[in-house]
């Protein structure tokens, strides 16, 4: 079993909508969870992280945090095309380090 | 002008040959990390430092050495015992009091 799962995609939304971005993890120890987004040939970079239950919203992008299901998810409102990227979920285990999820790939359509 | 620095952006080597890419930061970040990406993958880890003089693998490290003579820089080595090393590498930092890591731009190696 993957520790980080996220679902499988591709998503592909209209221009305006709410994209919704799944992950789910089976070590319940862990205690901080990131979002990175990553374009197509380039490096991941950090949009969110979030480490109490509940929602945490940042611009147009919410991460929201659910411990006892082992469940986090990434909201992205009035989503445009530049949002159309490779969405990375990561969780921390030991020493710090973060494990990450395969990915979701997003297109937003015009 | 702070970051982390990941140099070549490309590189090409014939099988056999060792190669090292460098990641240096300026962010005076404590701890740094070597990813590997696979097409359609995720991130995984291959070292981590979390100070000077000192590294621990992770979960593919084989075929792969580290040094950590500076706090500014960690050097990645492929062998010629890495079966396949041809991948996206990249390098991250993390500052010592949070969990954030931060990315640089990546090296893309092809072996053939």
């Known amino acids: 079993q993957k520790e980080v799962e996220q679902n499988s995609g591709p998503l592909s939304v209209p221009e305006g909508a709410i994209a919704s971005l799944n992950c789910t993890y089976s070590?319940?120890?862990?205690?901080?969870f990131f979002w990175y987004r990553q374009y197509s040939g380039k490096s991941p970079e950090l949009i969110m992280f979030?480490?109490?239950?509940g929602d945490k919203e940042d611009g147009r992008f919410t991460a929201q945090l659910n411990k006892a299901s082992q469940y986090v998810s990434l909201l992205i409102r009035d989503s445009q095309p530049s949002d159309s990227a490779t969405y990375l979920c990561a969780v921390t285990g030991s020493a710090r380090q973060l494990t990450f999820g395969s990915g979701t790939q997003l297109t937003v359509l015009p | 002008d702070g970051g982390i620095t990941q140099s070549p952006k490309y590189l090409f080597r014939k099988e056999g040959q060792n190669v090292t890419l460098s990641c240096e930061q300026n962010l005076n970040h404590d701890a740094m990390y070597w990813y590997r990406q696979d097409p359609g993958q995720g991130l995984r880890l291959i070292y981590y430092?979390?100070?000077?003089?000192?590294?621990q693998k992770g979960d593919i490290a084989e075929g792969y050495s580290v040094s950590r003579e500076k706090k500014e820089s960690f050097p990645l080595t492929v062998t010629s015992a890495q079966k396949n090393p041809t991948a996206f590498y990249l390098c991250a930092s993390r500052p010592g009091n949070s969990y954030e890591q931060y990315f640089g731009p990546g090296t893309r190696l092809t072996v053939t």
């Open positions: 070590d319940r120890g862990s205690q901080s």
């Open positions: 430092s979390q100070i000077v003089n000192d590294f």
């Open positions: 979030i480490y109490s239950n």
